[in-house]
């Protein structure tokens, strides 16, 4: 149980083109998705927290503008990155909450595979 | 300072031996702790999560120290599937909000 895919898991595209990733819990019903970006050598970083029918909640640093979420159903989240740059090339990885956690309760993060893009 | 440090290594052991990694998280309020591990070019998996008891999954050890603000990893006779990145997350609370913060993971490479 508890699997997250995204789609597609490989992207290039030429600067200023944009690009949507898909993330599908595929087995349970996810109120809440992450979406993170990655460097190389780098941490994770959460850019967003996506509520199922509401907006999301950005990160400081990250523009929604330019990163558009749209968290429709309770089983997909997905991630436009609008006018594509070189400098927008990582790895995006959303993860989906299994859980509700309660007002202090622990809850675990599933990851999805996780979306290379690389912008020419 | 960064709210969860990792010593990046490399860390290089043979097969068998055992080896410790150490995080430390600058948030005192913080509520749940986990250790993931990460394969070259692949997303993150969960390894363990670490409670104040301190827990044990067969070769895996983790440990977590609150009044020192650490957390460790024991991994005992390592395997060469052991090598990848582990890293140290912390859950923060603010107000309702709870998010993972990650450290930069710990290189292990685990040598015939």
């Known amino acids: 149980g508890a699997v997250v895919s995204q789609h597609p898991s490989r992207v290039i595209c030429k600067s200023g083109t944009s690009v949507k990733i898909e993330c599908r819990s595929l087995?349970?019903?996810?109120?809440?998705m992450f979406w993170y970006r990655q460097f190389p050598k780098q941490s994770l970083m959460l850019m967003a927290t996506?509520?199922?029918?509401?907006?999301?909640?950005?990160e400081q640093g990250v523009e929604k503008d330019k990163f558009l979420i749209n968290h429709a159903s309770l089983t997909l989240s997905t991630l436009t990155v609008t006018s594509a740059h070189p400098e927008d090339s990582s790895f995006y990885i959303c993860s989906a909450r299994l859980g509700t956690g309660g007002t202090l309760g622990t809850y675990e993060q599933y990851f999805g595979p996780g979306t290379r893009l690389t912008v020419t | 300072r960064k709210e969860v440090e990792q010593d990046p290594g490399p860390f290089n052991v043979p097969e068998g031996a055992t080896v410790a990694f150490n995080c430390t998280y600058s948030n005192s309020a913080s509520q749940s702790f986990f250790w993931y591990r990460q394969d070259c070019r692949k997303e993150p998996k969960l390894l363990m999560s670490?409670?104040?008891?301190?827990n044990e999954d067969g070769r895996f050890t983790a440990q977590l120290n609150r009044a020192s603000q650490y957390i460790s990893l024991l991994i005992r006779d390592s395997k060469l599937s052991d090598s990848a990145t582990y890293l140290c997350v912390v859950q923060s609370v603010a107000g309702n909000n709870r998010k993972l913060i990650w450290g930069l993971g710990t290189s292990l490479a685990v040598n015939p």
């Open positions: 670490v409670y104040s008891s301190g």
């Open positions: 087995d349970f019903q996810a109120t809440t």
């Open positions: 996506s509520n199922e029918g509401s907006k999301a909640t950005y």
